[in-house]
């Protein structure tokens, strides 16, 4: 659990026009972060019990570089810390060659059930 990484390919869905968070058809901040995320949640997955999942509870994100639809993107995580049931990451995501976007990012580890019951107590 270590460090993982997973490709994306840029589609018109991930882009900010499309998304909302901006004009122009590139990488939408949102849809970066959703990418970290996944890939996060992807290197957690193997470790844990069926009964677990994991929950995206802190990001703080760069997004230093635009990339176009079609570009591939690579997110690569790296587990820094675990805190009990808290998992924390660094990670760096690439463009080609190129950086363009680096932060970190924590997850916490639940138990699926005793979420979602609690998630209904609070309707």
Do not use: W
Request: a negative charge; charged letters at 25%.
């Amino acid at each position: 659990m270590d460090a993982f990484s997973k490709e994306f390919i840029v589609g018109d869905k991930d882009t900010a026009k499309v998304i909302g968070s901006g004009d122009l058809e590139v990488l939408a901040t949102p849809a970066l972060i959703a990418m970290v995320e996944n890939t996060a949640k992807e290197c957690l997955q193997k470790e844990l019990a069926p009964e677990e999942t994991s929950v995206g509870t802190l990001i703080n994100t760069t997004h230093l570089r635009p990339s176009k639809v079609g570009a591939k993107i690579v997110v690569n995580v790296k587990v820094d810390s675990q805190e009990t049931s808290k998992i924390n990451f660094s990670f760096t995501v690439y463009d080609g060659e190129k950086l363009i976007s680096t932060g970190n990012h924590q997850r916490a580890v639940i138990l699926t059930d005793v979420f979602l019951e609690k998630l209904a107590l609070s309707e």
